[in-house]
């Protein structure tokens, strides 16, 4: 994953000293989303662009001279600015690969990963390849074409707008003040550093971009926001895991405990046999002819390393790398190694208004009402994670309290 930061005037009036610290705040604490690269690009009151990226993580990236140079020289005169912490995934990691990319008239920073970016354009990272095609055609013609997960900002100089998009695979948060407008990758990271900059007197609520929409800043009209221009479907090859998918335990010998049911699998660690765990990946390895192996951790135990091997035809490995989490079931441990062995249990997954996924099965029920959660309330329902356990809080209940559906509205 990687992390996208911006600030953009509600006038014609430079971005304050005050509002340029959120935004260097915001591109530190973006380490997190993505340490091998760090970029960005601004707008100033002319409608001018000017880019400066480097292949070092964020705080070597604003401790570098060029950056303090570039800071001194454009402070004063910046309408927008929009930041990327990159992970990289297609290319190498050097200053050309960090965003943002520039062709023409389009300057463009992404998170996300395609897999057909090839058919866009002859290019090593997928994210120049969207780069390119919008400036050679139009972003009305490009976006549909897209496959893969992507959140996107971008900047048309010759119309002078600031465009945002995004699918439902990655997720992107505005947050609207009387001086500017904030967006960035993760909600409870603006709403800290918004707290930690401003005092409010009413905090302003985050709201994530409704998917396959294009939201607008036109330069000239900046006092009006923003709205949205356009409206498209995607193409998108989903992958699903394949009915044959398989256990592989084969080849541990005794590395891994046979435990009875509800016995913890490692002595520091309150997972237990059988219970479902979400964990984020780190990499997925070809280890054979369809067989992979994916290494994982989550964030209540970090120092610990989850581990699937899985059946997956070669045509679905490459789909399968572009997810960020993934939910397996627990069924053994290595307590000298720190890693628990999981396997990919068959079962279906919704998400929830804010935008938090959960598995739901034959027997998940709302826990304020108590009646059947099924697929046709996918992004209707509302997931509560507490102490690694998720809930689920059917559309009728949610329908009842008008503060969570504030929060979490798409905005318009």
Sequence with gaps: MCGLIALISKSTKPLTHTALELFINSLTVGVL???DSTGLFIITTEGNVHT???????????????????????????????????????????????????HNNTVLVHNGTLWNHKALADVVVDSEAICQAISKTSYKDTLPKLDGAFALIWYD??????????????????????????????????????????????????????ELSVYKWNLSELYKGYDICHSYT??????????????????????????????????????????????YIISVDIISDEQVKITGYHSKYPTIM??????????EVESLMLQETIVGTAFGGKDDGEIIYLHKPITKTITGINNIPVLIDNHSTCYKCGVPITEDDDKQVFVKVKQNESKIMCPDCVETIPQLKEKYVYVQ
């Design 157 to 210: 100089a010759e119309n002078k707008e600031i465009l945002v998009t995004r699918n439902d695979e990655r997720s992107l948060w505005i947050f609207e003040t009387q001086e500017f407008d904030y967006l960035c990758s993760e909600l409870n990271m603006g709403n800290w550093l918004l707290s930690r900059t401003y005092k409010f007197q009413k905090e302003p609520v985050g709201k994530y971009f409704k």
């Design 306 to 315: 989850f581990v699937y091997y899985l059946k997956v035809p070669k045509d």
């Design 52 to 102: 400066l990226k480097l292949a070092a993580n964020s705080a070597h990236f604003l401790e570098h001279h060029k950056t303090k140079e570039f800071f001194t020289l454009h402070s004063d005169n910046i309408l927008a600015i929009v930041g990327h912490n990159r992970a990289a995934t297609k290319g190498k990691v050097s200053d050309e690969t960090a965003h943002p990319f520039i």
């Design 33 to 35: 989303r993505g340490k």
């Design 234 to 279: 995607e193409y998108k090859k989903d992958f699903f895991f394949p009915k044959n998918t398989q256990r592989y335990t084969a080849g541990f010998g005794n590395m891994i405990k046979k435990l009875p049911q509800n016995d913890r699998l490692l002595k520091n660690c309150s997972i237990q046999r059988n219970e479902l765990v979400q964990v």
